[in-house]
């Protein structure tokens, strides 16, 4: 399973961004999705994510009401819709997959076993 990020750029506070995620190499709607990012000097954390097609998405709470996960099985790809962007949310944002991820599991990022590279987004104030 291969994915490549994109869509990540500079923005104003404020800005909105669309980052895409498209997957390649058998992965199927039911492998559970999820984008996290990065910031320099900070662990890697969860941003937006679910099971599979048709599971509850689940949200970190600093990006709830502005950030929206959503899914295009036909074309294996997820997208991260971005809105409202703040400074804080400036990161390297990366896509992971992967099979099996019980509920617990799902925010953990050691849960996944395929990453994508990482797209980097700066929101400037």
């Known amino acids: 399973v291969q994915l490549q990020a994109s869509g990540g750029g500079l923005v104003q506070a404020g800005g909105s961004l669309r980052l895409s995620c498209q997957s390649s190499?058998?992965?199927?709607?039911?492998?559970?999705t999820a984008w996290f990012r990065q910031a320099t000097g900070k662990e890697r954390e969860f941003v937006a994510g679910?099971?599979?097609?048709?599971?509850?998405?689940y949200y970190a709470d600093s990006v709830k009401g502005r950030f929206t996960f959503s899914r295009d099985n036909t074309k294996n790809a997820v997208f991260l819709q971005m809105d409202h962007l703040k400074p804080e949310d400036t990161a390297v944002y990366y896509c992971?997959?992967?099979?099996?991820?019980?509920?617990?599991?799902?925010?953990?990022?050691?849960?996944?076993?395929?990453w994508g590279q990482g797209t980097l987004v700066t929101v400037s104030s």
């Open positions: 992971a997959a992967g099979q099996g991820i019980i509920l617990s599991e799902v925010r953990r990022a050691r849960a996944y076993a395929y």
């Open positions: 679910n099971r599979g097609s048709g599971q509850i998405t």
């Open positions: 190499g058998g992965a199927s709607s039911r492998y559970a």
